[in-house]
Each structure stands twice: as C-alpha cells, then as structure tokens.
C-alpha cells in the first residue's frame, strides 16, 4: 500500500510515451503475472486498468493483448 504505483507509472509513461510497443511489452509482462497463479482475480484487474489508465493504453489494445496472453497461456 506504501508502494507509490502512480508516481512509478507516470515517470515510466513519461520515459517511453513515444516507444509504444514498449509500453505494450511493459503491459503484457503485467498479464502474464496476473495469469500465473491460474487465472486474474478481480483485484488483478483494477489494478490492470489502473496502468492502462496511468501509461496511455486503450481498452482496446488492452483486451487484443489479454486475449493474446490467455490463448498462450492454454496453449501450455
């Protein structure tokens, strides 16, 4: 809870705002430890959206990056 996110995610977002696969990269990486323990709990995702909202990216490109991580996911 100390844990200052907000202020984490607005430096990186200002640091690679221009680099978007970067922030993507920065996002799948999230999913996928969201996913690890067998599934995203509802907590995980408010906080996902939390640094979609802070870092710029759409809920668009939020779920077609979720459904690419899931798919690969049951892949395995």
Same mark, same amino acid.
């Given at each position: &809870?100390?844990? #200052? /996110?907000? #202020?984490? /995610?607005?430096?990186?977002?200002?640091?690679?705002?221009? +680099?978007? *696969?970067? /922030?993507?990269?920065?996002? &799948?990486?999230?999913?996928?430890? =969201?996913?690890?323990?067998?599934?995203? *709990? #509802? #907590? &995980?995702? +408010?906080?996902? %959206? +939390?640094?979609?909202?802070?870092?710029?990216? *759409? *809920?668009?490109?939020?779920?077609?990056?979720?459904?690419?991580?899931? =798919? &690969?996911? %049951?892949?395995?």
């Amino acid at each position: &809870e100390q844990f #200052a /996110l907000d #202020a984490l /995610l607005q430096r990186f977002y200002r640091q690679c705002q221009h +680099r978007v *696969s970067v /922030l993507q990269v920065f996002l &799948e990486m999230q999913l996928q430890m =969201a996913y690890a323990d067998n599934g995203m *709990s #509802a #907590a &995980e995702y +408010r906080l996902i %959206q +939390r640094i979609c909202k802070r870092i710029n990216v *759409s *809920s668009a490109v939020m779920t077609r990056i979720d459904r690419r991580v899931r =798919a &690969e996911n %049951q892949a395995r």
